[in-house]
């Protein structure tokens, strides 16, 4: 049965979608301010770190004994962009229609922003402290480049991690790893001419050899029983300066998401020994697979709270996406977890919605957890 509550966090979803925060063009501010102003007025007291010019991570602390590591709740305040699609509603509406949040980020994951914070709030309010603090880590710039979790890391934010829960989207149930991604940029060089002269070496056609080269390869690489086999995606293509020119340079983004245990340099070799002439690669970002053993403690800990809940077993799976745990849990061994409101496989879809129940049980299941692993 669900706990009293000071507020709804389905509301607080609907408040947070209102607030546009997209990445790109990035601008997480004033959604940082909203969530910092929340948290201030439930007596919690927030860091705002406004570490770019309108980039900023939150974080609150909900002080336990300290005779335990910290337990992290980790959510990030960006979004994608709205996209070209059509949608049937405003995509920054923020209303709750036949129980269902709307717009941009209530799936992904201002959902689990707002079910943190009502977790947090809840925790504070206890007779009695945990045997570990709770820190609320909300951060900027996940979707594009990590850029919150990245600035985290360098302020040497990793020491006060002892377990990690996300709330990225997993429709409540467990997600215990997710892909690596990796992240190449192709160049073409060719020779720069023009069509009533010297020809010159087109790029472009340099990159499309290669290009269909790439279409051929079958990754042949370890699988993994939670994940779909690996992918490879051509996400950009830039070149050419005139209609009537020769391009001598193009460029392809691609990204390439694999299990656990693959090192990137070997990727990067079976992609290189497809290229043609004149097309070269770099690894211009990768971040590491997450993995977790689905019969860990932690993992069991959340699978109770989600049964005592809701009634069901959630399910253990694993997922293609990347969150902040790439970048936080980078080099260090802790518990980890992805357990969220939002629904797996909404994230950046038009006509976005998260179930408004799913929020108020994440928020309840949140409390469950902190209380049983920090008992």
């Given amino acids: 049965m669900a706990a009293a509550r000071i507020f709804d966090p389905a509301e607080l979803t609907a408040e947070l979608v209102r607030i546009p925060s997209s990445d790109p063009p990035g601008g997480e501010l004033a959604v940082a301010q909203k969530v910092a102003d ?10 705002l770190d406004e570490f770019q010019p309108g980039r900023a991570n939150v974080l609150a602390r909900i002080k336990g ?14 979004t994608v962009p709205t996209g070209d699609q059509p949608w049937s509603f405003d995509p920054f509406a923020g209303d709750i229609v036949a129980g269902r949040v709307r717009g941009r980020g209530a799936s992904d994951m201002k959902s689990a922003v707002a079910a943190f914070i009502a977790a947090g709030d809840r925790l504070n309010r206890r007779g009695s402290p945990l045997n570990g603090d709770v820190i609320l880590a909300f951060t900027a710039g996940e979707s594009a480049n990590c850029l919150g979790a990245r600035h985290l890391v360098a302020k040497g934010f990793q020491k006060e991690i002892g377990a990690f829960l ?26 720069l001419g023009h069509v009533s002269g010297a020809a010159g070496v087109n790029a472009i056609g340099l990159m499309a050899d290669a290009l269909i080269a790439l279409r051929s390869l079958k990754l042949d690489l370890p699988s993994h029983p939670l994940l779909s086999p690996p992918s490879i995606n051509v996400g950009r293509i830039t070149g050419g300066t005139a209609v009537n020119v020769t391009p001598d340079r193009c460029r392809a983004e691609i990204d390439v998401r694999f299990g656990p245990g693959i090192r990137p340099e070997d990727v990067m070799a079976k992609l290189a020994a497809l290229m043609p002439p004149r097309v070269s690669l770099r690894m211009t970002d990768f971040k590491p697979a997450v993995e977790e053993k689905p019969d860990s403690p932690f993992v069991a800990c959340c699978s109770e709270a989600v049964a005592r809940r809701t009634g069901r077993n959630a399910a253990v799976k694993g997922v293609s996406y990347y969150s902040d745990g790439a970048i936080l849990l980078d080099g260090i061994n802790v518990p980890f977890c992805i357990l969220g409101p939002g629904d797996l496989g909404m994230s950046g879809q038009a006509d976005e919605t998260a179930s408004a129940e799913a929020i108020r049980a994440a928020a309840d299941i949140y409390v469950r957890i902190a209380e049983e692993w920090q008992a």
């Fill in 65 to 78: 004994r300290g005779s335990k590591p910290p337990l992290v709740f980790s959510a990030h305040l960006d």
């Fill in 38 to 47: 929340t948290l201030r007025a439930l007596n919690l007291e927030p860091e």
């Fill in 166 to 191: 996300c709330g990225e989207p997993s429709t409540l149930d467990l997600i215990v790893v997710e892909k690596a991604i990796l992240w190449i940029e192709a160049e073409a060089r060719g020779e």
